[in-house]
């Protein structure tokens, strides 16, 4: 069998592609290494070479989007037959998946609701509600959020609330506050209060029938360590972008890969940006190396050797940016350090070095090319337009051998997007917004999906708040708390209480609410038995949209109904997309039921997955009673299943999407790569943010958004910059600030001219075709009528590295050359 995605693999590329399968390998290296190109190539190689089979083999993407670029190229390199059995996709889809497979052993309904982040707040606030009163009255502010977080953060680590309730216990809290200061008093009752909070919230979770997303994680842990047969399937697990794992991804690893051992994880520390959502970079040493000792990372804890004899393998070429982008984005990483070897060595950052940091070796063989452009604007209105227009301006000097596509606004804050968008709009650029609002969080794709949610669980209590009224239905606050503690009392589902009520075999609440519910009631019937029926989610919608009149319900409350129509169709396109798409369930429906096999055992000393049990309701001994067997999911279940745990922001099509400049968060941007980046706002109180808890975090986002550049990277600032509604001077980041003063070559003060062999370059780097002159000239003429050039547009830096502007005339700010240059 020919081993074609050898080829244009370097000689360390090659070496981790064919390193021994049951050796755990870790491939450590810089941003655009080849790491995920590896990975692909290390899967093709595991099928290919050593004949493992695509089913037994077990891949991790950090987004559904990096799974099926994924899948696309593992395509390409052995064949779509092959691949389509593998089992590939984010933590959460793939536990999900097992778990609606298996969920019997794991002591849940199959038909579990996914219970999203709004949903989960909804129901703490309520759970809030009777303590804010005595919380005034003392002084203290607990925010819903805030609550949602800090149960969010024991998830991921594995904590039940019983745990935080022991952590809060009154011999703990008098050794903790010593001092007995009221504050800490205060803390104490705070967190007694949260793990209150976490029990109950985790019982009103059970009731509806639901898992939020760390359950899934917790969940999906607990059903393969207690039924390892489960997991026997794997022979291979590989996971991408390892640094920002968890804990509870990091068990999930541990246990479907205890029978084999046989693993491969890629990363960079450098890129570790998820600490807030309580990703551990220490993952990386808990496999205990064998081979080579990367002892800053080292714990103490002796007891982590889940994967004796780890080796390690490091990546140091480049393949992705120009040497300058690289050049700039180490020297960002390293605080400040010099930028080339020859540059006189650089005095270190104020601020104190990180000390954990891991000097990487990263090379390049792409020339230097146009520096790094910095630009200081008076505000962010004509940093905004600038963007629109230097977007613009390069697609006419490059002969439109740049597109739309090739552009991407990076920016820390979602909030920012606002002005990005619309100032993209004004200058009739069309484009797009990832990691915004994700697709199915707008309020129209949740309501239609609220009501899916609730045929397919009736005891889904978020989906039958948002549902009943919805349309407006005039069935008040107060009659949904009835309706919903009836259900309690009586132990049965609030839709059933509805129904009652509709059926007159339960007395009316109060009266005119069974007239209310025959708009509700019947609808739901309705839908319910086409669903039974097994029909197509595409149906459902289409259905349901006709019951409840939901373009009218749009028209008649919303401004912008039209949009919002739209989103509601663009949902009906991705219903008839999941219709097609093979998906992992129909993969696992392969698994078979194996039964219980036994396999390697060890110490299960990182969670305690007893403290889940009482809150799943059954336990290890279920898995082995007769009668529990694997279940099939419907078409509806796959559905809603796709749409919730969706990392995607949108669901346009592909060839949609190419033709639009992305704004998106950093975050958002990992692992992905633009012929061009643009990062506004490169400013004190946003790089870092204001409220960043890990300043080195915070670096290492910039240095993850700098290195998504291929050829030209642009950051800014402003002199002054809205904030909460006023005003305010900002400062250049203190991230960038020593880098200028160490290397004055490090930035250019305004956009390149983009001649001929500049043309060329970008041409070879992008592997693209050179434009024709008489285009280029074409569109330069063109462009040049429509922008006037005015030359006092610059903003200026002076060699010394300080900044300066001058004040310009007008919002727009092309930095045009006046003559068409090459
Ligand atoms: P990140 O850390 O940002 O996720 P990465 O290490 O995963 O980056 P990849 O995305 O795999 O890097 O690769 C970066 C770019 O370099 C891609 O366009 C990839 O196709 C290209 N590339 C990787 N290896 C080679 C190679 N040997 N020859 C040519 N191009 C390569
Ligand atoms: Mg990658």
């Known amino acids: 069998m020919s081993e074609d995605y050898l080829k244009n693999l370097n000689e360390a590329q090659i070496r981790a592609v064919q390193h021994a399968p049951d050796i755990p390998l870790q491939i450590l290296a810089g941003p655009g290494s080849g790491k995920t190109r590896v990975l692909t190539c290390r899967i093709a190689h595991l099928i290919q070479h050593h004949g493992i089979s695509p089913e037994n083999i077990c891949a991790v993407t950090f987004t559904n989007k990096a799974a099926s670029e994924m899948r696309e190229r593992l395509d390409l390199l052995v064949g779509k037959q092959r691949t389509s059995s593998l089992k590939m996709g984010t933590f959460h889809a793939i536990c999900a998946t097992f778990l609606r497979r298996y969920a019997g052993y794991a002591g849940i309904e199959s038909n579990f609701s ?65 001092g007995d200061s009221l504050k800490s008093q205060h803390a104490v009752s705070l967190d007694q209060l949260v793990a209150n909070i976490y029990q109950e919230y985790e019982m009103a979770l059970r009731k509806s029938n639901s898992l939020d997303f760390d359950d899934l994680l917790i969940f999906g842990v607990k059903l393969f360590a207690e039924n390892r047969w489960i997991g026997s399937w794997c022979k291979h697990i590989l996971v991408d972008e390892f640094q920002d794992t968890n804990t509870m991804q990091y068990q999930f690893m541990r246990h479907v890969a205890r029978a084999n051992k046989c693993v491969t994880i890629v990363g960079d520390p450098d890129q570790s940006i998820y600490g807030w959502r309580s990703a551990e970079v220490e993952n990386l040493t808990k496999m205990q190396i064998g081979e080579i000792l990367w002892t800053n990372y080292r714990t103490e804890d002796s007891a982590c050797q889940d994967f004796p004899r780890t080796q390690q393998i490091f990546l140091e070429q480049n393949y992705r940016s120009t040497g300058s982008i690289l050049a700039l984005s180490l020297a960002i990483i ?33 020339s230097n090319w146009a520096a790094p452009v910095l630009r200081k604007f008076p505000t962010e209105q004509i940093e905004a337009a600038s963007i629109a227009a230097e977007i613009k301006r390069l697609i006419a000097f490059t002969g439109g051998m740049l597109a739309w596509s090739d552009f991407v606004v990076l920016l820390r804050f979602t909030a ?46 978020p989906a039958f708040t948002r549902a009943i009224n919805v349309p407006s239905r005039g069935i008040g606050d107060k009659t949904v708390s009835h309706l919903l503690s009836a259900a309690e009392t009586m132990r049965i589902s609030p839709l059933e209480v509805a129904n009652r009520i509709y059926n007159g075999t339960l007395p009316d609440i109060r009266p005119s609410v069974k007239r209310k519910l025959a708009s509700f009631v019947p609808h739901i019937d309705r839908l319910t038995q086409l669903a039974l029926q097994g029909t197509s989610p595409v149906i459902l919608i289409r259905n349901l949209l006709e019951l409840i009149d939901y373009k009218a319900h749009l028209g008649k409350t919303q401004q912008d109904w039209e949009n919002r129509w739209d989103n509601i169709q663009e949902l009906v396109n991705f219903a008839r997309e999941t219709e097609s798409q093979e998906d992992l369930e129909a993969q696992i429906g392969t698994l078979g039921d194996a039964g219980p096999i036994e396999v390697d055992d060890f110490n299960d000393d990182y969670i305690n997955v007893d403290s889940f049990r009482e809150i799943g309701g059954r336990g290890k001994e279920k898995a082995s009673t007769p009668g529990l067997t694997a279940t099939r999911t419907t ?23 190419r033709g639009k400049v992305t704004i998106s968060t950093c975050h958002a941007a990992k692992g992905l790569e633009w012929p061009v980046v643009m990062i506004p706002g490169v400013e004190k109180g946003i790089f870092p943010s204001h409220r960043a808890e890990d300043i080195y975090e915070e670096r290492r986002l910039l240095y993850v958004a700098c290195t998504r550049a291929q050829g030209l990277l642009y950051l800014s600032h402003t002199n002054t910059r809205m904030v909460s509604g006023k005003t305010l001077g900002s400062e250049l980041s203190e991230f960038v600030w020593p880098v200028i003063s160490n290397n004055p070559v490090a930035f250019n003060n305004h956009p390149p001219d983009i001649m001929h062999s500049d043309r060329a370059f970008l041409a070879q780097l992008l592997s693209r075709k050179a434009p024709e002159e008489a285009e280029v000239t074409r569109m330069v003429t ?18 010394r590295g300080t900044h300066d502007w001058q004040e310009l005339p007008t919002a727009h700010v092309p930095d045009v050359p006046q003559v068409l240059p090459g």
């Open 782 to 799: 063109e462009y040049n009528r429509e922008h006037p050039p005015s030359l006092e547009n610059y903003s200026h830096i002076t060699s």
């Open 334 to 366: 390293s605080q400040g350090g010099p930028l080339f070897e020859n540059i006189v060595a650089a005095s270190p950052d104020e601020s104190a070095p990180d000390r954990t940091r891991i000097q990487k070796t990263l090379r390049t063989t792409q």
């Open 416 to 461: 920012h997007s606002r002005l990005i968008e619309s100032s993209l709009q004004r200058a009739g650029i069309p484009n797009r917004v990832l990691g915004g609002q994700r697709f199915f969080e707008r309020q129209e794709v949740k309501d239609i999906l609220a009501y899916l949610q609730l045929i397919d669980n009736p005891q889904f209590a």
């Open 635 to 657: 078409p509806l279940r796959r559905f809603l299943q796709a749409s919730l745990l969706s990392t995607d922001t949108e669901t346009e099509a592909d060839e949609r999407r």
């Open 114 to 178: 996914v219970c999203g982040a709004d949903e989960s707040k909804k129901i703490i606030k309520k759970l809030l509600e009777p303590h804010q009163k005595s919380l005034i009255s003392q002084n203290l502010i607990l925010k819903d959020e805030s609550v949602l977080s800090a149960i969010s953060k024991a998830k991921a680590k594995g904590k039940a609330a019983d745990d935080l309730l022991a952590e809060c216990s009154p011999s703990r809290s008098r050794r903790a506050d010593s």
